[in-house]
Structures are given as C-alpha cells and as structure tokens.
C-alpha cells in the first residue's frame, strides 16, 4: 500500500477539506492585495513561485511519486509556465489598482466560461444548446461586473488585467487537461513553478531581490500565504479530492472562492462590497452551471 492510500483521509471527508481549499483560495486574494502595497511586481512574482517551489518538497516526499520528465510533458510545463508568469503579473497589477474581491469575483467566473468558448472555437466543437445558453448569460454577468455600459471598462486598468488574467486562466486550463495524460498533477504543478522561479529570476535579476527582508511580519504572513496554503496546500487537495470524488463535483465547489474571497476582503482590507460585482458574479455563476450541462 503506498503512502497516498494509506494516509489519504475517507471520500466522506473530502468535501469539507475542499470547503478549506477553496477558503485558502479566496483568502489568497486578500494576500496579494497586501503584497502588492510596497514592493515591485517582478519581485513578489518570483518570490511567490520561488517558496511554491520549496513547499512542494514535502508534498512529494510524501507521495513518493517518481518524478518523469520527457518532450511530451515538458512542453505543457514550458506552455503552461509562461500562462501562470502572465497570470500573476496581471492578477498582480489588477489587484494594485482595484480591489481585490471584486478580481476573484470576475476571474474565478469568468474564467470556466472563457474556457467552454476557447475550446468551442479553436476545436470547433459544437457545444449543447443549454451550453450556448450558458454563454449568453455569462456575456451578460460579465457585462455587468466590468460596468460596459457606461465604457468604464476603457478607464478602469484593473478590469482590464481581470479580464486579461480571466483569458489566460481559460487558456492555461486546456493546457492542463490535456497534460495529465502526461505527467502527474502534483509534478505538473512543481515544475510549473520550478521553471517559473527560473523564469522570473533572469526577469527581475537587477531588481533588489533582497528587499523581501527588510519587509514585516504582515508581508511575509501574506507571502507564504499566498505561495504555501494559498497555493500548494489548496491545490494538492484539489488534485487529490479530483481523483476520488471526480473532476465536475470537485470543480463545482468552486463556486465558493468568490463568496470567500469577499468576504475576507471586506474583513481584512475593509473593502466594499459592490452591487455590480455580487450580481455579475451571481448571473456568472449560473452560467457555469448551464455550461456544465451535457444534455440538449
């Protein structure tokens, strides 16, 4: 018995560890908000994927998974590398300049409907009926967050980098999907961040890396937030409750980053609560839902 199955906890109790991810998620938000108030974005960005790179050294301990690199699987790391380093400048500079409840709102819902209209168009598949409702109504929802219709979408820089990161996220997606038939989701995940840790280092090479040790204990508490339970902890459960209660269930617990991540917002930075993006968020929401119908 390897050390996954016998330390692994029941199915039954998966779904409150997916309620923790998700929590984990949402509160990675607020981490990134606090970050981005005194340091320079290629310096938080390397960082970030430089400890997520470490905090996967226990996890694969553990697991005791032998880790294979080959062409196959490394061009997805490569692919999927450049998307998340894209990711983070833009989720970075969108959270600098707006809010940081009112990001995780469009991206999170967002994002699953970029997906569905990205693989409809490049695979030219042709989507169920309730699939294409689905869309419509995400259209709408996103009109609604992003304000289009008094144009503040071309004045406000922070809509501009969530819907930027909303569209990677959806392209980083399909690279994913296709890469497990590759390389194991928690390896993928590793060498994500290993590559991109070397990546961003070149960028912000004549950066004051070091500046990160002059900073306090609220920027450091944000840091491995956001580079440990925000991110290796959250997604190894992800990964893990995926394989035992299956990818649509799992993926429907995502539903409540948004509601955590405002919520948290609103606690810690004291952020309001805007009309506009709890109702787009809500009408998104309930286009995944249609999205994620198989039947005509």
């Known amino acids: ?25 949402g509160g990675g938000w607020s981490a990134l908000k606090i970050l981005t108030q005194d340091l320079s974005v290629d310096i938080i960005v390397f960082w970030r994927f430089f400890i997520m790179s470490l905090s996967f050294l226990p996890i694969l301990y553990f697991l005791k998974i032998p880790l294979v690199i080959n062409k196959k699987n490394l061009k997805y790391v490569v692919g999927s590398s450049i998307f998340n380093i894209s990711f983070m400048f833009f989720s970075f500079l969108g959270i600098k300049y707006g809010y940081a409840g ?4 469009i991206i999170t ?17 042709r989507l169920a009926n309730l699939q294409y ?5 995400g259209i709408v929802g996103g009109v609604i967050m992003l ?9 406000n820089s922070s ?3 969530f819907l930027l990161c909303a569209l990677v996220w959806a392209a980083l997606t399909m690279l994913s999907q296709h890469s497990q038939k590759y390389i194991h989701p928690i390896h993928y995940s590793f060498l994500i961040s290993v590559f991109a840790s ?25 840091m491995i937030y956001l580079a440990v339970l925000g991110q290796s902890v959250a997604t190894t459960i992800f990964f893990m409750a995926s394989g035992k209660l299956g990818s649509e ?18 606690l810690l930075l004291d952020e309001p609560l805007q009309l506009h993006i709890v109702i787009g968020g809500a009408i998104s929401m309930v286009a995944v839902l249609f999205i994620n119908q198989k039947n005509i």
Do not use: C, E, R
């Open 159 to 161: 809509n501009i980098y």
């Open 249 to 266: 269930k799992t993926s429907s617990f995502m539903f409540l980053v948004p509601v955590f991540a405002l919520f948290i917002a609103w």
């Open 198 to 222: 070397f990546v961003t280092f070149i960028y912000a090479f004549h950066s004051d890396l070091f500046a990160v040790f002059h900073q306090g204990a609220k920027f450091w508490i944000a």
């Open 133 to 137: 409702f689905g869309l419509a109504i």
């Open 102 to 105: 009112s990001g995780s709102v």
């Open 1 to 25: 018995m390897t050390l996954v199955k016998k330390y692994a906890p029941k199915v039954t109790n998966y779904s409150y560890l997916l309620i923790l991810s998700m929590f984990l998620w």
């Open 147 to 155: 304000q289009l219709s008094d144009m503040s979408l071309f004045l």
């Open 109 to 125: 819902t967002l994002s699953p409907v970029m997906t569905f209209l990205l693989v409809a168009i490049v695979f030219k598949k």
